[in-house]
């Protein structure tokens, strides 16, 4: 299950009175997502604070260089597309 879906089924089952803030968490082993709020009911909650980390240290350097050249591909591929003549 991923920390997203993880998230949404905790809130949906989250519930307690207004004015004792409460903190909800999730992790998928990698990310941790934290969300405080003042109060949650069947309607939605009254979030105060959102904090994503990441208890097992900071991204590798590699990790990182191997995404950001991801990312950096497919914003090429992309702009390629959108300048290229029809043959």
């Known amino acids: 299950m991923t920390l997203e879906n993880t998230l949404q089924r905790k809130l949906a089952e989250w519930r307690f009175p207004f004015g004792d803030r ?7 082993g990698g990310w941790v997502v934290a969300v405080q709020a003042d109060s949650a009911d ?14 097992n240290g900071p991204i590798a350097a590699i990790d990182l260089k191997a995404r950001a050249c991801s990312v950096a591909a497919s914003v090429l591929a992309c702009i390629n597309r959108g300048t290229s003549t029809p043959n």
Do not use: F
């Open 42 to 55: 069947t309607v939605g909650c009254h979030v105060w604070e959102v904090a994503l980390s990441r208890p």
């Open 22 to 28: 409460q903190t909800l968490t999730a992790d998928d």
